[in-house]
């Protein structure tokens, strides 16, 4: 036998599994995108449904539905990339403050702990909290003679919800990265500013601030790269028929429309249309990102 | 002066930390001491975080429930099952592709990479796992998600700091590749291993919406998808009490709790794997 094959062929082996994992439920995925051409039929199956060419594509975007998800998908993007985004940020600088070794460790704790928490509970909670009836908020409103609010089912309070929920599961685990990116500043930096003079709040400004600047660029690239995308459970969870119209984007619609009601061929133009933006999104941001990051760094 | 400035800086810096912690802490604590409360004092009394008067009666409800209990049967298998199929393709995947030598290995990553970029979709995807008739069975779950390529790919950087000469020491003692693997490579790699498995467990643990769209039979149902409709379901559909135990508000409460919990055990270790900064370093790699 070839020693080249001999060395190899238990290698493949192992690999098999996992790439026909890739293979079938993956590839072949992308392959079905063709139903976006076609009209499904249940009994025709794939390859027997008629072509339709793009119909789908110009339903897609002569429906109002579509726009209203689009902007509801930015609007949702934006609020992460300006209201969430510098969270994590200002709480590593806060953390990195801390001189006291168990209060750091203490406060880190704590908030990692809602990363691992489900959306399904962290809605849960929220049910909990805001529902109009029995949620506690409501319950400490009337306490104090205010009028109860529809928190959870009026549309103006859903953006509000979604990010105080992003806020709450997802600012501790956000720190990490750039705790990191602090923890690798030579302390040396600090104590010759200290020698020369230089109070608390000009080493923040001075030695702290820039040394983030890289990284939080960076990661604001990439963050831009990922606007398609605003967590699907989330929302799902907190949707419900009254404040759609702020709360629908692609997947929960695909979800409804596609799983739910059928139409296949429809909901997968608007899946692929989804599919493809992001992916050039994120190749043009990730590059974007990747120059910036060697210009930066070196 | 410097230290009196140094007294406000802190003091300020402490009372924020303080209120983020308060912010994260208290409505976990108000669900957890809510869940103690009577029927009678939550309906009755206005906001309140301690009860009055405590009861183990909506914990005893949970028990006594048999669709409750089933779920969460359901999940301890659908997370021991889905942990120990996702870490077996990604380890023996992983090992593969750590093999530099390996003909054709670039070409199997660029096809790994490419899925993190560009998918399907979910009607796919689900017309797939129907056409396989898959449909309604766990292996629907087990299987569409067998493979983080993030995890993998940790995982295969792990594999590759491995020194080549460990591989050739181990074919001159006439060692095969599946017996360097799971007697030297794996031995070796424990801590990775668990924190790799770790993070299966709480992805499966927290799995939901795959429930939903595979698994029609509501009786199959993980805790995570029976917790969403035992949620929304205000009061309709539930027994008025099981045994001698009654159903009302710290039901719901003690039902988050119940599924919360184990995560929150296992926290401890979560935390020891990552804070060994293994998934930082590769996050910013």
């Known amino acids: 036998m070839n020693p080249v094959w001999k060395r190899s062929w238990p290698i493949y082996l192992m690999i098999f599994p996992g790439l026909l994992f890739f293979i079938v439920f993956r590839y072949i995925p992308m392959g079905g995108l063709v139903l976006a051409f076609k009209d499904y039929d249940p009994f025709s199956g794939f390859s027997g449904s008629p072509w339709v060419g793009f119909d789908h594509f110009h339903r897609l975007f002569t429906q109002q539905d579509f726009w209203i998800i689009l902007r509801n998908t930015f609007v949702l993007s934006g609020i992460n990339l300006f209201f969430f985004f510098p969270i994590p940020i200002a709480m590593a600088i806060l953390l990195n403050e801390v001189k006291l070794p168990w209060v750091r460790k203490l406060v880190q704790t704590t908030i990692y702990i809602p990363h691992f928490v489900s959306w399904v509970v962290v809605a849960g909670i929220t049910v909990v909290l805001f529902a109009t009836q029995d949620g506690g908020i409501n319950k400490l409103l009337a306490e104090h003679g205010r009028q109860r609010m529809e928190l959870l089912t009026d549309p103006s309070y859903f953006q509000a919800l979604f990010l105080t929920q992003n806020i709450w599961k997802e600012m501790g685990w956000g720190t990490i990265i750039f705790l990191a990116s602090l923890a690798s500043v030579d302390p040396g930096l600090y104590e010759a500013a200290y020698v020369d003079g230089a109070g608390r709040w000009r080493q923040l400004w001075h030695i702290t601030l820039p040394s983030l600047r890289t990284i939080v660029v960076i990661m604001f690239i990439l963050r831009l790269g990922q606007i398609m995308d605003v967590g699907f459970e989330q929302i799902f969870l907190l949707q419900n028929s009254l404040n759609l119209s702020v709360s629908d984007v692609f997947d929960t619609y695909v979800y409804r429309n596609g799983v739910q009601h059928g139409e296949f061929g429809f909901t997968t133009a608007m899946g692929l249309f989804k599919s493809v933006v992001g992916l050039v999104l994120l190749l043009t941001f990730n590059r974007l990102a990747k120059k910036f990051g060697e210009e930066g760094v070196y | ?285």
């Open chain 2, 1 to 285: 002066m410097g230290k009196k400035f140094n007294l406000v800086a802190d003091g300020i810096l402490y009372l924020i930390l303080l209120l983020i912690v308060l912010f994260i802490a208290l409505p976990f604590s108000y669900i957890l001491f809510s869940s103690f409360s009577t029927n009678a004092e939550y309906y009755s009394r206005g906001f309140y975080i301690l009860p009055h008067k405590w009861t183990i009666n909506a914990y005893g409800y949970l028990a006594m429930n048999e669709n409750f209990m089933q779920a969460y049967r359901n999940t301890f298998v659908l997370t021991a099952c889905g942990t120990a199929i996702s870490l077996g393709f990604t380890l023996f995947m992983a090992y593969g592709l750590s093999k530099r030598w390996l003909r054709g290995r670039r070409l199997l990553n660029m096809l790994v990479l490419f899925t993190m970029i560009f998918h399907g979709g979910m009607i796919p995807t689900y017309l797939l796992v129907s056409e396989l008739h898959l449909l309604n069975s766990y292996w629907s779950i087990y299987l569409t998600g067998a493979i983080f390529p993030f995890l993998l790919i940790i995982m295969r950087s792990f594999f590759a700091s491995f020194p080549p000469e460990l591989e050739e020491a181990a074919r001159m003692d006439g060692c095969g590749e599946l017996q360097l693997l799971l007697r030297i490579v794996l031995p070796l790699s424990i801590p990775s291993v668990v924190t790799i498995a770790l993070m299966y467990g709480v992805a499966h643990w927290n799995s939901y919406f795959q429930a939903i769209l595979y698994l029609n039979d509501s009786a199959k149902w993980p805790i995570q998808s029976f917790l969403r409709q035992f949620l929304l379901d205000s009061d309709t559909g539930m027994l008025r009490s099981v045994g001698s135990y009654e159903y009302g508000p710290p039901v719901k409460m003690a039902a988050v709790i119940v599924t919360a919990l184990p995560l929150l055990l296992c926290y401890p270790f979560l935390q020891k794997y990552f804070n060994k900064g293994m998934l930082v370093g590769s996050i910013k790699g």
